[in-house]
């Protein structure tokens, strides 16, 4: 396989053949984000890329699904995107879902009759980046989209039958902020009403913008505690209709994982448990990204 550069997928990917079909991200702009800094965004060749296919064909005949690495492979043309959709049809039959990461702008961009033809050639999953439901954090953390857009979009995905996993970020707002992020990020997950949610617990990175706000003291980075506490209101404010609400990202501090509505009260004492000392947090040392 042709990989370049940092090659990053959902934790729930970890067994799918990792098909890198873009370098970078094509907005490479979220203050909080180093994953692809200094990376210029292309799309590869379609010849590299139908390589890898044919590699795949022959060395990865156990893996049942795909994920179309890089940062938002959705803003591929549709044409071409098809084309690979298409090839990967073609040559690994035994594929029964492929993912990517997709963006509001990305979304945006396509047609809902675009997105349903992508769902009919295998695309079974997006993984969507909301981060927070709060318009003044979505601005300062310079996400490029309003939590209306990212409604639309996320809603947009769900329409033409494509599943859709939506992460948010614990204490990406900071400590002023903390419950607007959470109340706000409930409201929107609730519009969207995911199949999947993914909340991590922030990490700075060096060398982003947010590391250096944290540095001169504009960002506050909120305690574990605080992260629960902002947890328990994301919780208590996300209605879903039948949605899995994971928190078990190794960053997190309490593994949590819901089925709402089924679980939320369950999983609202567990973390008032915590909150309350009954249980213990996972240690510092502990976290990894
Ligand atoms: S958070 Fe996602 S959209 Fe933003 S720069 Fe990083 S990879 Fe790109």
């Known amino acids: 396989m042709h990989y370049e550069g940092n090659i990053i997928r959902p934790p729930s990917e970890a067994n799918s053949i990792l098909l890198q079909v873009t370098v970078g991200c094509s907005r490479n702009k979220c203050t909080f984000c180093g994953t692809y800094t200094g990376e210029r965004f292309r799309i590869k060749p379609d010849a590299v890329i139908l390589e890898d296919i044919a590699f795949a064909a022959k060395y990865c005949q156990r893996q049942r699904r795909v994920f179309l690495c890089d940062g938002d492979a959705l803003i591929i043309p549709q044409k071409r995107l098809l084309k690979i959709l298409q090839a990967i049809e073609n040559q690994l039959p035994w594929v029964t879902r492929v993912g990517v990461y997709a963006n509001a702008k990305s979304l945006k961009m396509k047609t809902p009759e675009e997105l349903r033809d992508l769902k009919a050639h295998g695309l079974g999953i997006a993984y969507m980046g909301l981060e927070t439901g709060d318009d003044v954090t979505l601005k300062k953390i310079n996400k490029g989209a309003t939590s209306q857009d990212m409604i639309e979009m996320g809603k947009k995905a769900r329409e033409a039958g494509i599943k859709l996993s939506i992460t948010v970020l614990l204490g990406i707002a900071g400590r002023e902020r903390s419950r607007i992020h959470a ?107």
């Open 183 to 289: 109340e706000e990020t409930g409201r929107v997950l609730s519009a969207i009403d995911p199949d999947y949610v993914g909340a991590l617990s922030l990490m700075l990175i060096p060398g982003t913008p947010l590391f250096d706000d944290y540095r001169s003291g504009q960002f506050a980075l909120i305690e574990p505690g605080e992260m629960l506490a902002e947890l328990r209101t994301m919780i208590a404010h996300t209605n879903l209709s039948k949605g899995l609400f994971h928190a078990n990202h190794a960053s997190n501090y309490l593994p949590i994982k819901a089925r709402l509505p089924k679980d939320k009260e369950a999983t609202l004492n567990l973390i008032d448990m915590a909150l309350a000392g009954e249980i213990a947090l996972k240690p510092e040392y502990m976290r990894a990204l």
